[in-house]
C-alpha cells in the first residue's frame, strides 16, 4: 500500500467527516446491530454512529483462544455470572499492559477489561450491557470480529470463520495472512508497540475505511471491499 495516498486519504476523511457520517448514517438507518469485538475496535463503531452500547464488549480485550472458545459456544458462556482473579494470574504470557485492570472469568474465558479501574464497575457495566444484548435475539443482528492485537494466530482465524454465524470479519497482519477467505482482510499497517500485529482496536478502527466499506456491511451483512 503506498503510505503517502494512506495518509492523504485518512486527511480527507478527517475534513470531510460530517458528510461522509451523515451519507453512512443513511446507509445504516435503523439497523439494529449488536458488535462482538475482542478489542476496543467494535466500541468505536458505536461511538461513530451515536447508538447505545448494546454490547458487553467494550473497553476489554480477550485472547484469541478465548475469543475462540467464547464464540463456539456462545450463549453458554453468555449465560454465566462474571467472576474476577487477579490479572498477574492470566494464562496467557503476553502483557497486554502492566498496570492494574480488573481481569474477569466467563467460566474458563479470561476477560481483560483494560479499561476500567475497578471490578464492581467492569462487572456492573458487563451486566446491564449483556441484558440489552440478550434482546437482540436474531444472531443475523451479530456483527463478530477478530484480529492479531490479542495475539490470536492462524488457527484461531480459521476456526473463526468455520463458526456458524452469519457475520464475520476479521484483520491480520500482511505478512501472516496464510489463508485466503473474503472477510479475512490483510492489514498493511502495525501496531505501535507489537510490531507484527495490526494497530490496537482504536488505531485499527481509523484505517478500517481503507479496506472494507462498514456502513455497507452493517446494513446488508456483505463485505464490499475498497480497492485500497
Known sequence: MNFIRTYILRKIRVLQKKSILKKELEIIKDKNYVIISDNCWGAEIYQRYGKPYNTP????????????KLLSDFDYYMGLELTFKPQNETKHPYTFKEAYYPMGLLGDVEIHFVHYNTE?????????RTKRMLEVTDKDDFFFKLCDDWKAEVNHFKQFHELPFKNKLSFIADTKK?????????VYERHRTHKTHVPNGVGLFKITFLYFDLAHWLSTSKIKRTKY
Not at 121 to 128: L, M, V
Not at 179 to 185: C, E, M, R, V
Open 57 to 68: 464488549f467494550v473497553g476489554l480485550g480477550i485472547y484469541g483462544d478465548c475469543f475462540i
Open 120 to 128: 464492581e464497575d467492569a462487572k456492573n457495566r458487563w451486566e446491564r
Open 178 to 186: 496464510e489463508f485466503d477467505h473474503p472477510a479475512h482482510i490483510a
